[in-house]
């Protein structure tokens, strides 16, 4: 089955810089690529997500980016915001066959 | 409000217990799905359920019965649990249970086993 690795588990950055988040699948099937936002004390919720017809997503700050042959892809935020904070949890799929594996998830904080 | 709704918050129950959590959608999906949340595994899938019917369990003690009377109540039943399974148990649903469907999910229970 499907195998999803995230890293950094952590990461700190200064308000206004740029964060990267990554991930990496095992099954060259999988096809969509979802990003979940967990704010403290709060639900999962849907940020942007992709599907491997496309390399690159927007939406507004945030952006996801899918390298098929290499099998990874990840989550740019830029302009950093305090908001931002948050633990991010990527996550793959053979859409139409399987539930959805997670990662392991990324512990946010961005420093004011 | 996501439309999931989840009952109790928060729960302490004995090992010798024996409780229910529930998980309501108001949302027309067809598949909900039980998580466990906790420090060592962020995001343990447990039990997919599409169309009323368990189509996912993934290696669940049986301390856990999952019931779907109805594709918008999925309850967790539980008895006899160990203090390793406190943890935040997360409800969700979607259109459809296969991938490449958004994943609502409910506030959570705070269970805590003692």
Not at chain 1, 74 to 87: G, K, N, R, Y
Not at chain 2, 48 to 61: A, D, H, Q
Not at chain 2, 85 to 111: K, M, V
Request: charged residues 20%; neutral net charge; proline residues 5%.
């Amino acid at each position: 089955g499907e195998n999803v690795e995230q890293h950094p588990s952590t990461l700190s950055v200064q308000e206004g810089d740029s964060a990267v988040i990554k991930c990496t699948y095992s099954d060259s099937a999988s096809n969509y690529f979802p990003w979940y936002k967990q704010e403290l004390g709060k639900r999962p919720q849907l940020i942007i997500d992709i599907r491997s017809n496309v390399g690159e997503k927007k939406d507004q700050r945030i952006a996801v980016t899918l390298n098929k042959t290499a099998k990874h892809f990840s989550l740019h935020i830029t302009e950093t915001q305090p908001e931002d904070s948050a633990v991010y949890f990527c996550a793959a799929t053979v859409s139409g066959n399987t539930p959805l594996v997670f990662g392991k998830g990324t512990r946010l904080s961005v420093i004011a | 409000e996501t439309g999931v709704t989840q009952t109790p918050r928060h729960l302490v129950m004995g090992m010798t217990n024996k409780k229910s959590l529930k998980c309501e959608q108001h949302l027309g999906h067809n598949a909900m799905y039980w998580y466990k949340q906790s420090a060592k595994k962020p995001l343990e899938l447990m039990f997919v359920y599409s169309l009323e019917e368990r189509v996912e369990n993934n290696s669940v003690p049986s301390r856990f019965s999952p019931e779907c009377p109805n594709s918008s109540h999925l309850f967790l039943h539980l008895h006899t649990l160990q203090p390793e399974d406190s943890a935040l148990y997360l409800c969700a649903s979607s259109q459809a249970f296969t991938g490449g469907n958004e994943q609502y999910f409910g506030p959570g229970t705070r269970l805590t086993v003692t």
